[in-house]
C-alpha cells in the first residue's frame, strides 16, 4: 500500500458570517494557493474527510472558505479546530535553499561545532520567526530539557533534508 503524506496549509478557527463559511488561519507560506484548491482535506487527527470548496476569498490575514453542503452557522462551527491538508504531491514546489516545515520534524540538530543537541519536536509558529523546540530522545529528567532556537538565518547556519540533518550557531543566551 502506498504511503501518502499530507501537509497542513491552514487551521479552521471560526465561522465567517452566517451563510456557512469558515475563518481559515493559513499555515502556508503562500496563502494565495487556496483559490487553486477544488477540495480541501479536513483532518480531525484520526480521519480525513473530503469537502469541495464553492468559493474562496481573503479577509486580512485569514482565507474565508465555502464548502458545498455547508449552508449554516452552526454546521460551520462543527468544522471548527480541524486542519486543512494536501498530499503532499500536490504541494508548491521548492526553490533552492528552501524546504517543507514537515520535513523538520525529527531532523537530528548539531552545532556547527558538531556537538549533538537533539531533535526538532516541535516548531513554534510566531509572529516574528518561527522557534524550533529541540529535544535530546536520550534525556530521562522529568521534565525533558527543551531548546528553543530561532529559526533565522544567524542560528540557522544549514538544513540537509536527504541527511535529516540541522546545524546551528549557538548565540550568545541561547542554551546552556
Known amino acids: 500500500m502506498e504511503h501518502i503524506e499530507y501537509f497542513e496549509i491552514g487551521k479552521i478557527v471560526n465561522t465567517q458570517g452566517t451563510n456557512g463559511d469558515v475563518r481559515v488561519l493559513p499555515t502556508t507560506d503562500e496563502p494565495e ?3 487553486d484548491l477544488k477540495v480541501a482535506l479536513l483532518d480531525n487527527g484520526k480521519t480525513k474527510t473530503e469537502y469541495k470548496i464553492e468559493k474562496v476569498w481573503f479577509n486580512k490575514k ?7 453542503g455547508i449552508n449554516d452557522m452552526t454546521t460551520a462551527d462543527g468544522l471548527r479546530g480541524l486542519s486543512i491538508k494536501i498530499d503532499r504531491k500536490d504541494a508548491l514546489p521548492l526553490k533552492e535553499n528552501e524546504y517543507y516545515i514537515s520535513d523538520l520534524y525529527d ?3 548539531y552545532t556547527d561545532e558538531d556537538k549533538y543537541l537533539g531533535i526538532i519536536k516541535d516548531i513554534l509558529f510566531t509572529a516574528a520567526n518561527d522557534v524550533y523546540i529541540v529535544e535530546d530522545p536520550k534525556d530521562t529528567g522529568v521534565p525533558k530539557k527543551k531548546l528553543l532556537l530561532p529559526a533565522i538565518k544567524e542560528c540557522i547556519v544549514n538544513v540537509s533534508v536527504n541527511d535529516n540533518k540541522m546545524i546551528v550557531h549557538m548565540m550568545e543566551g541561547l542554551g546552556e
Open 62 to 68: 485569514f482565507v474565508i472558505l465555502k464548502f458545498e
Open 107 to 109: 531532523m537530528a540538530v
Open 33 to 35: 494557493r487556496f483559490s
